[in-house]
């Protein structure tokens, strides 16, 4: 997203490495002798706004094409305005030479777009709209396919629900903020995580919110735009900020205000169609359902080719979404859905080397040759032309982390899995990993309960993870915990050194049994696999908001002192095989910060409030209280 704005590789053909101007100017040479370039098209809405466009294609007209078609809130304007030559157009020039048009547009209230910006370029006529405008010009042979990760993704899944005639096939990547609600989870485009904010979005949306912006008039010829944009780009040049520190604002609906951000659809009112400031919002507002989310309710009946990352934000509805689409499209079309899951954090598919490592944890050999799948795939379904790919291609291909391969399966979870569970065990004393917590194959009779002190203005601070777009504040991927879990306030249960290596592709389910002494409270959850040596690298991460306990459709329910209460946290997801001498490890607390925002006990709003108390809570195991983690287990 904002921090990862070189993905422009969120397309098809990224570089490695940046370009020379010299290479650039031979790249444009090279797409001018091919192509027709139309640049600085203005795209009508229905509504009389229009969306700016860069249109490649073909220069031989003998026969229509097919579109690749990419979406996006970021800057693609084809002239590097401060080194006065043109950017990396490797992508049309590649797309142009397989035979396909290559349109690029810019969402609403972007750069050179007409309109007012709300989050996934509502509203969702735009799609339609494009891809309607696509479809019709004279040279397309009426097929149009969309490609792009993350924020050139997650519109697409919306606008195919919408059955526009010449939406053809997608290829979303990386596209969980595109992702509402998707029973278990309610994250709302990664807004939310068990009622708990996601606060990666008030760091890219301090640089995508801006509605106060140069525009030129509606009437600007075409030939002054181009003209126009060899001079500035309209790109923002946002001051710098230190997110680390940024996201420890309080109250968070004040943090973008704090660092002197733009007013928008973070925390104000705002001309935009969607419920206005985002932070008040409940999981279940309504205002979730009427922008562009894409929930499980709007049946998908195109084909998709789709990719995600185990260390990315939202693998765990990714996949639920995935797997929804191939219960509810038509048979024809259920059975045209594809996934890939990389070893790899957001977006980072094409960084994935010989010897790749994530984190600081190795994954092997990760790549995969990414364009002949994506341009095989358009060749089947753009051109027509049938070399048997889907027929070679699993349903499914995912890595398996651990064992550090690829593996193929016809469903997810993979065929053959079957759910095995552990219970969370201790004298009482579960503190830390210098502690007694242990997970074994059935619940303690007694419960001694583990105990500690949650306070808001000492969170654990996030180490890694699942995560993305948080600027400074967290880096992805898999990192020894250690540190962390040498907290008093961290819980950690481990089994025994395994006899043999256990493979764990699938959900991974967490029950806990909880109390405490505050009105509303966290739990945190993470799971890891321990080597020999003892280094902890951790694969999922999760958090329930007690207040939610009972379903993000129900009343919030607050705490009774020392009560204790069932929650079921949503599901954790991965592939990671634990081999022989490794330990499985869960780690439990009340908060993993900044990746979430803090509770701050009070059962108060939360998002406008400057002040925490502290919360002594407790984490209860017995055939009581059955605190359990349920692993879905491959049998080899």
Known sequence: MRFVLFLLALTIAAQPTPLSPERRNEIEKELNEIAIVERKLMVPMRDGKSMATDVYRPKDASKKVGTIFSRTPYNFNWWDVKESAPRDLSTPLEAVKRGYAYVLMNERGHFFSEGNYDILGAPL????????????????????GTIGCSSTAEWQMAIASHGTPGFTTMIPQGFGAGVGRFAPYYEQGNWYRGG???????????????????????????????????????????????????????????????????????????????????????????????????????PINIPGFWFMSWYDVSVGPNLAAYNYVRRTARPEIANQQYAVIAPTAHCGFKRATKETVVGERPMGDARLDYDELTYGWFDHFLKGENKGLLEKMPKVRYFTMGSNNWQSAETWPPQGATPVTYYLNSEGHANSLYGDGTLTPSAPAADTPDRFVYDPMNPVPSYGGNVCCTGDAIQAGSFDQRRIQSRADVLVYSTEPLKEGVEVSGPIEVTLYVSSDAKDTD??????????????????????????????????????????????????????????????????????????????????????????????????HSKQYPSSVTLTVIKK
């Open 125 to 144: 006529t735009d799609g339609d709209d494009a891809i309607t405008w696509i479809s019709s010009r004279p040279w397309s042979n009426g097929k149009v």
């Open 196 to 298: 708990a904010i996601q606060m990666l979005f008030i760091a890219w949306l301090y640089g995508e919110q801006n509605q106060v912006r140069p525009m030129f008039p509606p009437d600007t010829q075409r030939a002054d735009l181009i003209r126009a944009s060899k001079m500035f780009d309209l790109a923002p040049q946002m001051p710098k900020v230190e997110w680390s520190k940024a996201l420890q604002h309080l109250p968070v609906m004040d943090i973008i205000k704090n660092v002197d951000g733009p007013n928008g659809v973070f925390a104000d009112s705002m001309p935009v169609p969607t419920g206005g400031a985002m932070i008040k919002r409940a999981p279940n507002d309504p205002a979730w359902y009427q922008g562009g989310l894409w929930h499980d309710n709007q």
């Open 523 to 620: 739990f945190t959850v993470k799971l890891s696999d321990v080597t020999p040596e003892g280094k902890s690298f951790n694969l999922d991460e999760t958090i329930q908001r007690v207040r939610y306990r009972n379903g993000y459709d129900k009343p919030i329910a607050m705490m009774e002192p020392g009560k204790v209460y069932k929650v079921t946290l949503q599901p954790l997801t991965t592939s990671n095989y634990f081999a022989a001498g490794h330990r499985i490890r869960i780690e439990v607390s009340s908060s993993n910060f900044p990746r979430f925002d803090r509770n701050l006990n009070t059962g108060g709003n939360n998002y406008d409030e400057a002040k925490g108390v502290v919360a002594r809570n407790a984490v209860h």
